[in-house]
């Protein structure tokens, strides 16, 4: 069961964005990473492509990077507050992630 699921609105709590709450798009369980939107953008520069009569397209890109799962905490769906996660089994056997700040399900 993961802590964190993609669409998830999360706090960046370490590096470069600190501060920043963003949703995430994509979740990386076996490299512990989440690609949060907004966050850890990264320039990269491409070689400029030749396109069409010598002209130059200019050749920048711009992506989040992954960033590692311990640098976010999730942001609660009901209390609005950065938490820890907890989790508990529901009467029909499925297991949910509770707030630790408002004890409510998150799921
Ligand atoms: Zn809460």
Known sequence: MQRIKKGDTVLVIAGKDKGTR?????????????????VNIVKKHQRPVQAGR???QPGRIEFEAPIHMSNVMLVCTQCSEATRVGFRVTEDDKKVRVCHKCGKDID
């Not at 963003?22 to 989440?34: C, N, T, W």
């Open 22 to 38: 963003g949703e995430v798009l994509r979740v990386l369980p076996k490299a512990d990473r989440v690609v949060v939107e907004r």
């Open 54 to 56: 010598g002209q130059m």
